[in-house]
């Protein structure tokens, strides 16, 4: 049987698996909202690098940057 497997049962077996479940569940979900978050911000901060020229090249104009990523 494979590891993963075998430790899984294992905890399902202890009382309170459940609870550790939920935050196993709640530590993933919090670590990809920060991830999502992450990428945002970046790709506003690297929106807001660039001159008006190439903001105007993309169809974009200054004042809209920050409403796209409300």
Do not use: V, W, Y
Request: aromatic share 4%.
């Amino acid at each position: 049987m494979d590891a993963s497997i075998t430790a899984i049962r294992r905890i399902q077996a202890q009382p309170g698996h459940a609870l550790i479940s939920i935050l196993f569940e709640l530590a993933i979900s919090a670590c990809e909202a920060f991830a999502e978050r992450q990428r945002r911000d970046t790709a506003r901060n690297e929106l807001r690098r660039l001159s008006d020229h190439a903001l105007k090249d993309i169809g974009l104009e200054r004042a809209e940057i920050d409403g796209m990523f409300r």
